[in-house]
């Protein structure tokens, strides 16, 4: 798991005071190897109870800590996005849901769709969810 120290400077970057439940939230989504739900957090961290886990998951959006994936049925799932200012988002990504073992992946290396000035509309995110099955699920 992550040292304390990055996560203090990563917290404190984005504008966010680095209190030990915040600090612990952050190290276990950043040890998670794909976007995590809430309950999935909640398992990991006994210690903290499920209102502070998701008042602080909405506190690291806010800030542009913190990506929220919806992936409709399948509910929101969260990961660090690494944007280097907490006023916008630019580490968007697509992600891709599969329909059988229902694990997410960041499509880091995909670029999004162009959209362009759409007149009277003010777009503040984005949220591409891809679903189909992962190359494990397809070759079983």
């Known amino acids: 798991m992550m040292e ?11 504008g966010i005071k680095p209190t030990a439940n915040r600090i612990v939230i952050l190290k276990t989504l950043l040890s998670s190897s794909m976007p995590i739900s809430v309950m999935e957090l909640e398992e990991e961290i006994a210690t903290i109870d499920k209102s502070n886990i998701f008042r602080t998951l909405m506190l690291f959006v806010e800030k542009h800590l913190v990506h929220s994936i919806d992936e409709g049925r399948e509910g929101v799932r969260y990961e660090v996005c690494f944007s280097e200012k907490e006023s916008i988002d630019d580490d968007q990504h697509p992600h891709f849901l599969c329909e059988k073992c229902h694990r997410t992946f960041c499509m880091k290396d995909q670029p999004l769709p162009k959209i362009t000035n759409i007149e009277g509309f003010s777009i503040h995110s984005a949220n591409y969810v891809l679903k189909g099955l992962c190359p494990t699920c397809k070759n079983k």
Not at 4 to 14: G, T, V, Y
């Open 4 to 14: 304390k120290e990055p996560c203090i400077a990563l917290l404190e970057n984005h």
